[in-house]
């Protein structure tokens, strides 16, 4: 019902930066809260980042606060990771992904990704040292 698909991964070196864009289409955008995750090789999916319906409110993960800041254009039904000070531990397969929860649930019980009901296909980050 809700099709999403990242764009902006690439070849980036240690402290540079890149700007993730995941375009939504299907339903209202405004409907949903939003999300980032990666996934490195032979590891785990993990959380990255969060963000409300409105934009209004944001989380992060430890690892990546200070450096990456999640944002939302409603009216283009994009969402962004601006990815600041790379690191070569940032590389992974960046997915975007939807969430019919509200960012309290999100928040109060955990992003995590099986809370998450629509994903787009990845995009390949890599930071070289």
């Known amino acids: 019902q809700v099709q999403l698909v990242e764009s902006g991964g690439g070849l980036v070196q240690a402290g540079g930066s890149l700007r993730l864009s995941c375009a939504a289409s299907g339903r209202t955008f405004s409907n949903y809260a939003m999300g980032w995750f990666r996934q490195a090789p032979g590891k785990e999916r993990e959380f990255v980042a969060a963000?409300?319906?409105?934009?209004?409110?944001?989380d992060c993960t430890d690892s990546v606060k200070g450096r990456f800041t999640i944002s939302r254009d409603n009216a283009k039904n994009t969402i962004y990771l601006q990815m600041n000070s790379l690191k070569p531990e940032d590389t992974a397969v960046y997915y975007c992904a939807a969430s019919l929860r509200t960012y309290g649930h999100l928040r109060t019980y955990g992003s995590t990704r099986e809370k998450f009901d629509y994903w787009g296909q990845g995009t390949q980050v890599t930071v070289s040292p």
């Open positions: 963000i409300s319906r409105s934009g209004s409110s944001t």
